[in-house]
């Protein structure tokens, strides 16, 4: 089982979920952040790091939120790991809970 950054997580990018994970498994996009599904542990501690509530067991997934397991096993094969807490986007709290944020994902 893995762990799995959702939606709400576009353009939020928190990153406080990076720094606790064991096993470096989160990869950073330009505004997205992803966990590689083969690196997961299911330690569970990324989960309640994350202050928009995006981290979520692949078992526990949101309905309508099935595909992001699989956009997160493929960004992580292109995107750099990230092991350190960098700077959260200056507009962060305003696309907290912000609905059909996929469209603005960049990769």
């Given amino acids: ?15 406080d979920c990076v720094e606790v ?3 470096d498994c989160f990869h950073e ?3 997205f952040l992803v966990i590689d599904p083969e690196e997961c542990i299911d330690c569970t501690l990324c989960e309640p790091e994350c202050p928009v509530e995006a981290i979520f ?3 526990d997934l949101p309905e ?7 956009l997160n096993k493929e960004l992580s094969e292109g995107w750099p ?4 807490v960098g700077d959260v986007p200056e507009d962060a709290k305003d696309w907290d809970g912000v609905p059909d944020k996929l469209q603005y994902l960049e990769r």
Avoid: A, D, W
Avoid at 4 to 14: F, G, L, S
Avoid at 81 to 84: A, F, G, Y
């Fill in 1 to 15: 089982m893995t762990f799995v950054v959702t939606e709400n997580c576009i353009r939020c990018k928190y990153m």
């Fill in 21 to 23: 994970c064991p096993v």
């Fill in 29 to 31: 996009g330009p505004n």
């Fill in 57 to 59: 067991s692949e078992e």
């Fill in 64 to 70: 309508g939120q099935e595909h992001f397991l699989e």
């Fill in 81 to 84: 790991v990230i092991t350190e």
